[in-house]
């Protein structure tokens, strides 16, 4: 099993990013996937997740109006585009199927002038 994100990488504040999680090794089309964020001595946080068709998604508070996550079963691929970035959002996003105790190895996102 493997999840393997990318797209990360340093961006001015207000601009935009698009993370992709490539899945492999298992059943993508029947798991909800998600991703969370980690920052340096805090808990993983959750950010948004899809239901394994798509057609269901769900935010945190803190990233809703500004990110949108989206999948692609074809490509056993998970999305999250981030617009409207804030130095807030710097972390570490991991994209997970959580249910089968899969996680990848995370992409580094900053935020920053």
């Known amino acids: 099993v493997q999840l393997v994100e990318s797209g990360g990488g340093l961006v001015q504040p207000g601009g935009s990013l698009r993370l992709s999680c490539r899945a492999s090794?298992?059943?993508?089309?029947?798991?909800?996937m998600s991703w969370w964020r980690q920052t340096p001595g805090k808990e993983r946080e959750w950010v948004a997740g899809?239901?394994?068709?798509?057609?269901?998604?769900t935010y945190a508070d803190s990233v809703k109006g500004r990110f949108t996550i989206s999948r692609d079963n074809a490509q056993n691929t998970v999305y999250l585009q981030m617009n409207s970035l804030k130095p807030d959002d710097t972390a570490v996003y991991y994209c997970?199927?959580?249910?089968?105790?899969?996680w990848g190895q995370g992409t580094r996102v900053t935020v920053s002038s």
């Open positions: 997970a199927a959580v249910s089968g105790g899969y």
């Open positions: 899809i239901s394994n068709s798509g057609a269901s998604t």
């Open positions: 090794g298992f059943t993508f089309s029947r798991y909800i």
